[in-house]
C-alpha cells in the first residue's frame, strides 16, 4: 500500500520569486515513480514532472524541479521565478507495480502579483 | 501526450436518474481509470482497466458501474442517482507500460 502526505493546504508566493511545495510518501515497493500534478480552477489535471524512483538525480522540468530525498521518503517541488499562471492546486502523487495512483490531498498555490 | 476526452462537462439531473458519463481516448492507451474528486479536492481511485473486458473496483467504494467494451471507451454509469454521487468525476489513461496518466477534463455532475 502506498500513502502520500502534503500537510501544507495552501502556501502563497510573490510573483517572480521561488516557493518549495513539501510532499512525504510511504511505500513498501522497490520500484515506483512518484508526480506533481497541477490543477488550475476548474481546469484539467495536468502532469507538471515525474521522478523515477531508481534515478538519484533530481527531474527538472524548465522551472519546475524537485528535491527528491529517497530515504527519507520526501519528494518536493520547487517553483523558480513563480507566474500568475502557476496559480493552481498541486497533488503529489506515487505508483507502484500495479500502476494505480495514489494522491496527497493538496496544496491551494497562489501567486501574488 | 494523450488525447482524453470527457462528457459531458457539467450535469445537473434529479434524484434517482440513470446517467452515464463518457470517456474516451484516442492514443491507444490500454489503461484507463475513473477518479472521485470531492468538494475538498481529494481525489480517490474509483474505477480502473487494464484492457477490454477488464474492469476493477478501485479504493473508493462506489455504486457506479464501468464497462469496457472499445479499447478507447471507459463510460461510468449510475443507475439511480442520489446526492451523494455529486461530484467530480476524472478519468486518466496510460500505456500499457507506462506509468504516467494523462487526466481528461473531468465531469462535474451535481444530483439534486
Known sequence: AQTVTQSQPEMSVQEAETVTLSCTYDTSESDYYLFWYKQPPSRQMILVIRQEAYKQQNATENRFSVNFQKAAKSFSLKISDSQLGDAAMYFCASTGANSKLTFGKGITLSVRP | ?112
Not at chain 2, 38 to 53: A, R
Not at chain 2, 74 to 94: D, G, K, M, N
Not at chain 2, 96 to 112: C, H
Open chain 2, 1 to 112: 501526450e494523450a488525447d482524453i476526452y470527457q462528457t459531458p462537462r457539467y450535469l445537473v439531473i434529479g434524484t434517482g436518474k440513470k446517467i452515464t458519463l463518457e470517456c474516451s481516448q484516442t492514443m491507444g492507451h490500454d489503461k484507463m481509470y475513473w477518479y472521485q474528486q470531492d468538494p475538498g479536492m481529494e481525489l480517490h481511485l474509483i474505477h480502473y482497466s487494464y484492457g477490454v473486458n477488464s474492469t476493477e473496483k478501485g479504493d473508493l467504494s462506489s455504486e457506479s458501474t464501468v464497462s469496457r467494451i472499445r479499447t478507447e471507451h471507459f463510460p461510468l454509469t449510475l443507475e439511480s442517482a442520489r446526492p451523494s454521487h455529486t461530484s467530480q468525476y476524472l478519468c486518466a489513461s496510460s500505456r500499457p507500460t507506462g506509468m504516467t496518466q494523462y487526466f481528461g477534463p473531468g465531469t462535474r455532475l451535481t444530483v439534486l
